[in-house]
Structures are given as structure tokens and as C-alpha cells.
């Protein structure tokens, strides 16, 4: 490039740098002119009709939004986890938006045109908070389903067509204790289940897959059948309840990253 064509362009530049800067003062001249005009007219026009127009004034982000987060999230329902019971009818969750969220498990109607049916009584909400992120909160055998409530995070069992589920986890005073991923065990009568415990340490932890006893009675601590590493997920049981099968990983990593498929024999005492 020659020394003159960069001497035209410096000044092209210039020169159109100084057409900017004109170009901008004689707007904001005009616009200065133009709201100094527009106050004074709706000053004089509110004056005579009676009363001042007045601004209001609030902190950044704290105004009054006509777009409400109910209008936002009342979009529609959100659905997942679904299950099929003993009579073939197919089950799953239903997030509500209009119920604040509230997570119910819903079953298919019995008769083609009628409405789902609500299984999930208003008082519970099925969803865990185990590890974070969350988990299948639900399963079923038969007519009997488990769910994590998500108010206290205790297992529940329920009967499909009974309105009263009942804990079979102990209570903890608090959401302290999750469960998620669990599975029946019909050689011991028992739910597979992974655990997360928060009564030692909010911030670390501890994660294991436990057992928890069906039975009607007292209500006992979960057993321990696996632990030792960082998180768990996906206990599986093979149909005669010999074998479960799981997912296990440990920091720093994720699952995605480095995680491990085990196999473990169950004892003769479970």
C-alpha cells in the first residue's frame, strides 16, 4: 500500500469521524430540545386537567413487572417418569405450574375419553433431591407404589385407589436424608434405594444404596448393602433377586467422565 492511499484513507477516516461527531451533537441538541418541549407540554396539560404526572422511581430489577412468574412458568405441564402398574395401565409424573409446581403421579383413565386419574394425594408431592439433581422418584409393583415426598424427603408406600400413603423411612426432622432410583426386592420384601444422607454435612454428603423394609410395623433405619465411593445410581435387581447390578463414581469426576458398572451377590440374609 503506497503512502498516499493511507494518507486518503486517515483522512476518509477523519473526515468521517467528524461528520459522526456533527451528526451526533445536532441530535442531541434537537433531542434536548425535543423532551424539554415534551415536559413542558404534559406538564401544562396535567396542570389543566387537574393533576401532576409523576414518576415513579425503584432500585434497579425491583419495579413492578406486568410479566408475573405465573404467567411465565403457567405455560403447560411438564411430564416424566413413567411406570406401568399391574393391570397394564400406564403411570407417570405431572409437574402442575398452576399448583406451584407441585409434582403429582397420574394413571391413565380406565375408559377411553375419561380424565386421568390422580393418585398422589394434595398434602404430597412426588420428587427427591438426591444429589442435587434429582432422580426417579417413584416405583411400582403390582398396586403398591414408593415415592419420595418432596416436603420432608421420606419414602412413602401407597396402595393405588388408597388415599393415605404411609412412611416407611424414619423421620429426621427435616429434608435431610434423600432417596432416589429405587427398585422392589421381592425375595426380602424390601425397596433398593439409593440414599443420600445430609445429617453429617450439608456440603459432602454421604451416598450409599440401602435397603428399606415393606413390611407393616416399625419403621427401622435403612440396611446398607453398598459404600464406600463418592455417588451411586441405577441399583438393579436380577428376577430372582441373586444379584444387583449398579453405577458408581467418585470426585472429581462425573458420571459421564468415568464412571463404573458393578455386579454384587446378595447374602442369604439380605
Excluded at 415393606?214 to 433405619?221: D, F, R, T, V
Amino acid at each position: 500500500m503506497s503512502i498516499s492511499a493511507i494518507g486518503r484513507q486517515s483522512f476518509s477516516h477523519i473526515f468521517n469521524q467528524s461528520l459522526i461527531s456533527i451528526s451526533t451533537k445536532h441530535f442531541h441538541k434537537h433531542l434536548h430540545f425535543y423532551n424539554h418541549h415534551h415536559r413542558s407540554k404534559t406538564t401544562m396539560s396535567s396542570s389543566q386537567e387537574g393533576f401532576k404526572e409523576e414518576k415513579i422511581k425503584a432500585p434497579y430489577g425491583s419495579w413492578k413487572s406486568p410479566i408475573t412468574a405465573d404467567i411465565v412458568s403457567g405455560a403447560g405441564k411438564r411430564l416424566g417418569g413413567i411406570a406401568v402398574d399391574g393391570k397394564g395401565r400406564l403411570l407417570w409424573v405431572e409437574s402442575r405450574p398452576n399448583e406451584k409446581g407441585r409434582a403429582v403421579l397420574v394413571r391413565e383413565a380406565e375408559k377411553s375419553g375419561d380424565e386421568p386419574i390422580d393418585i398422589t394425594p394434595k398434602e404430597f408431592a412426588v420428587r427427591t433431591l438426591a444429589q442435587e439433581y434429582g432422580g426417579q422418584a417413584f416405583a411400582v409393583s403390582g398396586d403398591m407404589i414408593v415415592f419420595s415426598n418432596y416436603k420432608d424427603q421420606r419414602l412413602y408406600k401407597q396402595l393405588i385407589g388408597d388415599a393415605l400413603p404411609t412412611p416407611i423411612t424414619p423421620d429426621y426432622g427435616g429434608p435431610l436424608v434423600c432417596y432416589a432410583d429405587g427398585v422392589f426386592d421381592s425375595r426380602f420384601n424390601s425397596y433398593i434405594t439409593v440414599r443420600e444422607d445430609h445429617c453429617q454435612s450439608s456440603l459432602n454428603p454421604s451416598t450409599t444404596i440401602t435397603a428399606v423394609k415393606l413390611s407393616a410395623g416399625k419403621i427401622e433405619e435403612p440396611k446398607l448393602l453398598v459404600g464406600g465411593n463418592d455417588f451411586y445410581a441405577f441399583p438393579r435387581m436380577d428376577p430372582k433377586g441373586e444379584r444387583m447390578a449398579w453405577v458408581e463414581w467418585g470426585h472429581p469426576n462425573m458420571h459421564w467422565d468415568k464412571a463404573e458398572l458393578w455386579v454384587g451377590y446378595i447374602s442369604e440374609d439380605g
